[in-house]
């Protein structure tokens, strides 16, 4: 009568594994960033518009791509469906999604001085404890 199949049904997404989980959170990096330079109430950081002018064309060109791929959406037009069975590729552009993000929260955290720039800080050539104590004081994830 009724023949079983043998596939299993498809199982529903990680969802820290979609693609369009790591653009809002990019997109959220860069709008925090664009209010943090642009915030007159913060007299410690000058407001520097060709920085922001620059980061609001990055933003665009990033908008333009995630409507042209799909990475704003959900459902059957995103492209979290289009590489639902290309997980190489789709763990590829989460990862650039992820550095991205990185990159911006790392620029805010250098504009609210939560950690100097890595070209402010000093490493002697002591011991590896030392090296170490250098890592932690700038906020490099140690592995």
Not at 88 to 105: A, E, F, H, P
């Amino acid at each position: 009568m009724f023949k079983q199949s043998s596939k299993s049904p498809p199982k529903a997404p990680d969802m820290a594994k979609l693609i369009f989980n790591g653009y809002v959170l990019c997109k959220h990096a860069f709008d925090r960033l664009l209010d943090r330079i642009k915030d007159p109430g913060h007299q410690e950081t000058d407001y520097d518009h060709s920085a922001f002018s620059r980061l609001e064309d990055e933003l665009e060109r990033f908008q333009v791509w995630a409507g042209n791929v799909g990475a704003q959406r959900i459902g059957r037009i995103s492209l979290d469906h289009r590489l639902r069975e290309a997980i190489d590729t789709r763990d590829r552009v989460l990862d650039l999604l992820n550095s991205i993000t990185g990159q911006l929260s790392d620029a805010y955290n250098i504009r609210v001085r939560a950690r100097p720039p890595l070209d402010q800080v000093s490493f002697d050539s002591g011991s590896s404890s030392d090296d170490s104590a250098a890592i932690q004081r700038v906020g490099i994830p140690q592995r």
